[in-house]
């Protein structure tokens, strides 16, 4: 049973924490002041004035898709350590967006980026990135073309992969 208690709690900056423990999130309180302190972060940012609904900041969308066209580019030119590079400051963020920015915005870029990412780890055959970017991204977002468009079809990619899990078992047996 829950009944109303008194919480000691205290302010230090722009942040909350329980007092006793000093802690954001505390198990002995049974607290979790994040999402609150994290609520305030987000609304300091913008002076307290949020946005209507579906109202994008428009710094970051333009930040994310000027860092997503340079992993583009990056990629069509074939220097992928900078494409991965970019694809990844995208995804970064990405995930800054404000808490009350729609939701699917994000996971679309995000699984956007994880599969472009993909692609570029697959052309330098670091074969597990490339995998778990894949696997995420369809997660994220389990229609994600970008993820989904040559994971299940290129035979090459699963071979290699196979391969590489192959070596990587025998490595883990010998150790
Ligand atoms: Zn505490």
Request: glycine fraction near 4%; include cysteine; proline fraction near 6%.
């Amino acid at each position: 049973m829950n009944t109303y208690k008194d919480r000691d709690l205290m302010v230090d900056g722009s942040m909350v924490y329980c007092r006793p423990h000093r802690s954001e999130s505390c198990s002995e309180c049974n607290l979790d002041l994040s999402p609150l302190n994290s609520l305030y972060k987000a609304l300091s940012q913008v002076h307290g004035d949020i946005p209507p609904p579906n109202a994008l900041n428009p710094n970051i969308a333009r930040q994310i898709s000027s860092l997503r066209e340079n992993g583009n580019k990056n990629l069509k030119e074939q220097n992928f350590d900078e494409a991965i590079k970019y694809y990844t400051y995208a995804i970064e963020f990405s995930f800054q967006r404000p808490i009350w920015e729609p939701h699917e915005l994000t996971a679309q870029e995000v699984a956007y980026c994880l599969g472009r990412r993909s692609l570029a780890y697959i052309s330098i055959k670091s074969l597990v990135n490339a995998y778990v970017d894949a696997e995420w991204g369809i997660r994220i977002k389990p229609d994600s073309v970008e993820c989904l468009e040559f994971v299940p079809n290129d035979g090459n990619f699963k071979n290699v992969l196979e391969e590489a899990l192959e070596k990587a078992l025998k490595l883990a047996k010998n150790n």
